[in-house]
């Protein structure tokens, strides 16, 4: 039996922003950064800010065009340091290009100390209606040890600035982001953290553990035995004290680092995890609105030219559905995990074009590979679902994930092979 | 030229320690008689095999037949007769000598003699071979080519008042070298008319052409129509081609006394025309083989596994494919309940071993999980039966056993005398028994311990290396048996017994040896998800143990639409190194744990 796949066209779009006021020294982002007093308009750094902004609605008027977006995230680097007319019309354009539904979530990430009450405003009018906020950290010795521009003063006011807003029923939500297991933290001080979190009346956050990724000063300090990152057990317990500190308060871990009261999960961010497709634009934004996913080029000029091969040859193969790739059986399983309601397995392989004889074939060789992981209560499995449990399968969710690599790897070059096009009886859902 | 006189013939070898130049030298007598055009010249063009290369060592013999025409203008054929230069592999050696009438020992005139070398031309002295000193590398600032001869007359008793200084790297010397060649060794005994033996020195096997047999003809000849006879493995052939090596083989019709040449044949596996056999004619046999044949005994055992269990058939064929090649290379079908099914091997030495694990991961594209070298033991059993056990697991319980008994060496270590104090530790942390101490100059020493062969086979080589800053060298050979207090040490991880990390201790290092081994375990198996145990056991007595803790945190704790692929690597390379690991119950344990008795002392 073939399956009978229906790709639907993409409903998001993501779009980079890439200026900052300066670079974190965890940070390896496809960032500029301006200066503390940089702003969109006509401070420090706004004549790079405008001619960014004329590449990337360039690119937004060059794309393939598709139905009305359901969500919109603009992220960065800071986009809290444009205009508010800046951003209306980023969001114009998205309009003309595609449309934006009713009820759209449009969501941008601003940082503490880079708005005030009338920006905030500005931004809300042109038809933002959820923020996601740089915080961090409310602790001012650890702000300033990571690079940060802002301290917890500016975000508390932040915090209470946005609260108003949705108080009044401006901001549908906001979000606010954490950074745990950095360097000098403790089981105490990140308790604290977690607490004064809670107590902005936040209704979703993001937490993230530190990564060192290489080239960043991080990196750099590593490298000279100059950063003490938490031990490995200190490290262990900070885990599972956010799940659980954060479940008390009454979030739900709908995804390994994302907690949200209810009806306030992030549209966005699920489409990255179920497999659907986004469209995205800017410098060193990443794309798929088919399954193939596409980076755009990190720095201004490569972006620039990039943009002058599109106008000339057309936009990128990726970016249509009769010549991209499709993401994979391994992709869609190590992402759809990732939430909380994790994958049927079967269902997932019917999606990329696997038929009856395939799942019996190839599917149950996994689900030995993940014999240990339900034992030991990591995984479970209900019916064909299977999903990591909270906190201890999410935790240890790598372990769930290299047997399925090690799995998909034993699997025949045919079947591994990215699903073609034309196998695929694909109907354009409009 | 062919159909030489025998008189014209010059055979000879090389001897030196590694490094000390000689395949360099090889090179550079092959440029000058012309052998090898400069243009085709690979750097060390003896040692063919990439491993050789790369290590800067000879495993295989290689030989090769130059034309020299000699100051008094008459044309000289000269066959120089490669030798490995590792201790593994000394009966090759003396094989290679018994080939030759005569060796150039070279020595690097700023270093010294070493325990390698001396060996070797004991070696060759006993084959009564005219040996000319060269002095090599006195193009070096530090070379003191006046001391080294000093300490060669000293040490071996060679006259030295005419060695020869040379640089094989600028070319200084080599013509004096190989006049000297022809003036002074002897032309092989003119035996044509007497019957055929020929004595292989060599051999090694082709894919296409069987076993390639590289041999010297001592009596009598040989032609390519002949139906040849090998004395020891009582075969005989019918010969597809004989021809000398100019390096490259070419084929000649006969081959006569004292000529160094090549025959192909046919034959299946080299362990059918081994190093040390006799050749001769099957219509009209030899009476008497030549002397000093002796089967090559693995010394040392280990166990081999894939770590992909799926892999043992690929494992199986590789091992046969290699035994084609590698007449001394034994293996046994082994398995245990830890490990799965895999193989025992016998090798020569550490270094054969470590070549044919190379080999198998490089060349048949395997991964391995190589436990840690092993002797055999002979175990006295309580009923009178004598059991001779490599593989430790399988030592029998101790009420069934009398007594173990284990192989002793005598081994001389050479070194700058600073380093005596250092080395003699070294040797009594080991076991060792104290024979002899000389000075061979006022500043070198010559330290002579018996040890047991299972204290050497470990980490002896590199911890001697480590202690002298690599001035020491060292030479041993087996001595015979000895009664010891010897025991089973186990290991369990996760309260199952690990096969491949028993061990024969003696009693009273095994407490150390059992906590020294959890606490490398410990170090080296990753956490898991569960808390996992490390005993190490005599019988059912535990005498050490620690454990792992579980894991509890391995997550990418941020996944979004532009970190995907990233991500994704990561997990890749998570799961590539779980791959190289063996499943042992339900623990995952990296290949160095099995090595890490070998790394008690780091």
């Known amino acids: 039996m073939k399956s009978s796949y229906t790709r639907l066209p993409p409903r998001s779009a993501y779009l980079h922003i890439p200026f900052c006021k300066r670079r974190c020294f965890y940070c390896d982002f496809p960032v500029v950064p301006l200066g503390d007093s940089a702003s969109g308009e006509n401070g420090p750094g706004s004549q790079s800010i405008q001619s960014y902004l004329k590449l990337l609605l360039r690119e937004i008027d060059l794309s393939p065009s598709g139905p009305a977006l359901s969500t919109v995230y603009i992220g960065g680097g800071t986009p809290s340091l444009l205009s508010p007319l800046q951003i209306g019309l980023l969001l114009e354009h998205l309009r003309n290009k595609f449309g934006v539904l009713c009820g759209a979530e449009l969501t941008m990430e601003m940082d503490p100390a880079t708005f005030d009450k009338d920006s905030l405003e500005g931004f809300l009018n042109v038809g933002i209606n959820r923020v996601s906020l740089g915080g961090q950290s409310f602790d001012d010795e650890m702000l300033a040890k990571i690079g940060r521009a802002h301290r917890k003063q500016h975000l508390i006011e932040a915090c209470s600035l946005l609260n108003e807003a949705m108080k009044h029923g401006y901001l549908k939500s906001w979000s606010l982001d954490l950074i745990q297991n950095l360097p000098g933290q403790h089981l105490e001080s990140w308790r604290q953290q977690l607490n004064q979190a809670v107590e902005t009346c936040v209704p979703h956050l993001s937490v993230y553990d530190l990564l060192v990724e290489p080239g960043t000063v991080f990196a750099w300090r590593e490298g000279r035995g100059e950063l003490a990152l938490p031990e490995e057990r200190s490290a262990e317990e900070m885990f599972l004290l956010t799940s659980l500190t954060l479940r008390q308060a009454g979030f739900a871990r709908y995804e390994i680092s994302n907690y949200s009261y209810p009806g306030h999960i992030s549209r966005h961010n699920r489409v990255y995890w179920n497999g659907s497709g986004w469209w995205g634009f800017g410098q060193g934004a990443t794309s798929s609105p088919w399954g193939q996913r596409m980076a755009r080029p990190r720095t201004r000029e490569a972006y620039r030219k990039w943009l002058d091969i599109q106008d000339n040859q057309g936009p990128d193969s990726s970016l249509f559905l009769e010549k991209a790739s499709r993401s994979n059986l391994d992709e869609l399983i190590l992402l759809g995990l990732r939430c909380r309601e994790g994958v049927d397995l079967k269902n997932l392989a019917f999606h990329i074009g696997w038929d009856e004889m395939e799942c019996k074939k190839y599917l149950p060789s996994l689900e030995q590979r993940w014999e240990v992981a339900l034992e030991q209560g990591w995984l479970k499995k209900t019916g064909q679902r299977y999903q990591l449990t909270d906190p201890y399968g999410m935790n240890l969710s790598n372990q769930v994930l290299v047997e399925m690599m090690i799995w998909w790897d034993s699997l025949p070059p045919d079947v591994v092979d990215s699903p073609k096009f034309e196998e695929l009886q694909c109907t354009f859902a409009d | ?602």
């Open chain 2, 1 to 602: 030229m062919t159909n030489v006189p025998v008189n014209r013939l010059r055979n000879f070898c090389i001897i030196a320690h590694i490094d000390h130049g000689k395949s360099t030298l090889a090179d550079r007598l092959l440029q000058e008689t012309g052998t090898v055009s400069s243009r085709d010249m690979q750097e060390q063009f003896l040692d063919n095999m990439d491993l050789e290369r790369e290590r800067g060592i000879t495993i295989k013999l290689q030989a090769a037949r130059m034309n020299y025409v000699a100051s008094d203008k008459e044309k000289y054929v000269l066959n120089l007769i490669d030798t490995p230069g590792h201790v593994d592999f000394s009966y090759e050696v003396s094989r290679s000598l018994q080939a030759c009438e005569g060796a150039l020992l070279v020595v690097d005139a700023s270093q010294g003699v070493e325990a390698q070398t001396l060996a070797n031309v004991y070696l060759a002295l006993e084959n009564d071979l005219e040996i000319i000193p060269v002095l090599n590398k006195i193009d070096l600032p530090g070379s003191d080519p006046e001391r080294i001869k000093d300490e060669i007359e000293a040490i071996i008793g060679l006259d030295t008042s005419n060695a020869i200084s040379c640089s094989a790297k600028t070319g200084l010397g080599v013509n004096e070298i190989l006049q000297a060649v022809v003036e002074r060794i002897p032309p092989p005994k003119d035996d044509i008319n007497e019957q055929t033996k020929a004595l292989i020195f060599d051999s090694y096997y082709d894919p296409y052409r069987g076993v390639i047999v590289y041999f010297r003809v001592i009596s009598g000849k040989i032609s390519v129509k002949d139906k040849v006879l090998l004395m020891a493995s009582k075969k005989s052939y019918e010969l597809d081609e004989i021809g000398i090596m100019a390096p490259d083989q070419s084929k000649v019709d006969q081959l006569h006394a004292g000529e160094v040449g090549y025959l192909a044949a046919s034959i299946k596996a080299v362990a059918d025309a081994r190093v040390g056999d006799t050749i001769t004619l099957f219509n009209s046999p030899a009476s008497e083989p030549l002397p000093g044949y002796t089967e090559a005994k693995p010394m040392v055992f280990c166990g081999l596994f894939p770590t992909d269990a799926d892999r043992y058939p690929d494992l199986r064929e590789a091992l046969e494919k290699l035994q084609l090649s590698d007449a001394a290379l034994r293996y046994e079908p082994e398995n245990s309940s830890a490990m799965g099914f895999g193989f025992r091997c016998g090798f020569l030495g550490l270094l054969h071993m470590e070549i044919v694990q190379e080999r198998l991961e490089r060349e048949y594209d395997l991964d391995l999980i190589v436990t840690a070298p092993s002797v055999v033991y002979k175990v006295n059993l309580i009923d009178g039966d004598i059991l001779m056990v490599d593989n430790p697991a399988t030592l029998p319980d101790p009420q069934k056993r009398d007594s173990i008994e284990e192989p002793y060496v005598r081994m001389e270590i050479y070194a700058p005398h600073e380093y005596n104090g250092t080395l003699m530790g070294l040797c009594q942390d080991r076991r060792g028994e104290f024979v002899d101490m000389k000075y061979i100059t006022t500043e070198r020493v010559t330290l002579i311990y018996e040890l047991p062969l299972a204290e050497v086979v470990t980490d002896f080589f590199d911890q001697m290396k480590s202690r002298t800053k690599g001035y020491a060298s060292m030479e041993y050979h087996l001595v015979g048996y000895r009664s010891n207090e010897l025991v089973r040490l186990d290991i369990l991880i996760n309260s199952e017994k690990a096969d491949p990390l028993t061990t024969i201790v003696h009693r009273e290092k095994a407490y150390d040896v059992g906590k020294g081994l959890v606490e490398k375990l410990k170090e080296l198996i990753p956490r898991q998800q569960f808390k996992i145990p490390l005993q190490a056991s005599i019988g059912s007595r535990i005498i050490a143990s620690e454990s792992i803790s579980a894991m509890r945190k391995d997550v990418l704790a941020k996944c979004y639409g532009g970190d995907i692929s990233r991500k994704k690597k990561l997990l890749q390379k998570q799961a590539k190194g779980k791959k190289r690991m063996k499943a042992m119950g339900k623990v995952d344990v990296p290949q160095e744990a099995f090595m890490a008795v070998l790394k008690l002392n780091q």
